[in-house]
């Protein structure tokens, strides 16, 4: 019973300052990407295959999910899209994940691609992929 309350006490300690940096730190819902089905993606411009998107968008959840993340294989992805809808279909197909350090539990966030990028890219590995984003003309 005297092990209980520490416990019980850290627990409530860090899951308020979760909420509280949740706060500060903003969301992403007027991104492209939550209102997945609202997206126009003029499938003529499409580089890639469905299926392509697909997989491009699961090597980036694993690239990502985890501690840290393998700068190589997100700057390959993101930098291999040659029009807005090839970013588009990306962002679709990676849709809304559960992000967090244990995302299977009630601390996640469910975040589209865009999120997902802002969350774990170092500053200049976000302003690399920013700058693509730019280009292709999808907010970041």
Do not use: C
């Not at 903003?26 to 299926?51: M, V």
């Not at 975040?111 to 280009?135: C, P």
């Amino acid at each position: 019973l005297s092990v209980i309350k520490p416990v019980l006490i850290t627990a409530i300690i860090a899951g308020g300052g979760y909420l509280l940096y949740r706060k500060i730190k903003g969301s992403t819902k007027d991104a492209p990407g939550n209102n997945l089905n609202q997206l126009q993606i003029a499938r003529s411009n499409l580089t890639y295959s469905e299926s392509e998107y697909g997989l491009m968008a699961q090597s980036l959840y694993l690239a990502m999910d985890g501690f840290g993340y393998n700068s190589g294989t997100v700057l390959s992805v993101i930098g291999s899209m040659r029009s807005r809808d090839d970013l588009l279909m990306l962002i679709k197909a990676f849709g809304i994940r559960r992000y967090g350090i244990v995302t299977s539990l009630f601390f996640g966030t469910d975040l589209n691609l865009i999120g997902w990028l802002n969350e774990e890219l170092n500053s200049n590995d976000r302003a690399h992929v920013g700058q693509i984003f730019r280009t292709l003309n999808v907010p970041f």
